[in-house]
């Protein structure tokens, strides 16, 4: 059974930055598809990034492209968001996901979810 622990939410105040942190653990497969997703009071769940930690391309919510990026740590099992020219609207909670298929944007493919980090923008 694997684990998904978020860290590095924060307030900030808008055109800041954040780093979130995702450490994966109890994989059975060292490499997979690790993706960010938020969600904001009264809204659905959203995809914000994803990859795969054994390369190839990463993928963006069109909101945060240019903004956003997803990278993989020295050690394979983490997985960094860092997030520039936050605007509230970036405001929600930040969680991160695991699993073998993808990389996509779509919660179906990930079987391993974390308790999320909170991350407030203000204007």
């Given at each position: 059974?694997g684990?998904?622990?978020?860290?590095?939410g924060?307030?900030?105040?808008?055109?800041?930055?954040?780093?979130?942190?995702c450490v994966?653990?109890?994989?059975?497969y060292?490499?997979g598809?690790?993706?960010?997703?938020?969600?904001a009071?009264g809204k659905?769940?959203e995809?914000v990034?994803a990859?795969?930690?054994?390369?190839?391309?990463s993928y963006?919510?069109?909101?945060?492209?240019?903004?956003f990026?997803?990278?993989?740590?020295?050690a394979?099992?983490?997985?960094y968001?860092?997030m520039?020219?936050?605007?509230p609207?970036?405001t929600g909670m930040?969680?991160?996901?695991?699993g073998?298929?993808?990389?996509?944007?779509?919660?179906y493919?990930y079987d391993?979810?974390?308790q999320g980090t909170?991350?407030?923008?203000s204007?």
């Amino acid at each position: 059974q694997g684990q998904v622990v978020e860290s590095g939410g924060g307030s900030v105040q808008a055109g800041g930055s954040l780093r979130l942190s995702c450490v994966v653990s109890g994989w059975t497969y060292i490499r997979g598809c690790v993706a960010w997703f938020r969600q904001a009071p009264g809204k659905e769940r959203e995809g914000v990034a994803a990859l795969h930690t054994g390369g190839g391309p990463s993928y963006y919510a069109d909101s945060v492209k240019d903004r956003f990026t997803i990278s993989v740590g020295n050690a394979e099992n983490t997985v960094y968001l860092q997030m520039n020219s936050l605007k509230p609207e970036d405001t929600g909670m930040y969680y991160c996901a695991a699993g073998v298929s993808g990389p996509v944007l779509e919660a179906y493919a990930y079987d391993t979810w974390g308790q999320g980090t909170q991350v407030t923008v203000s204007s």
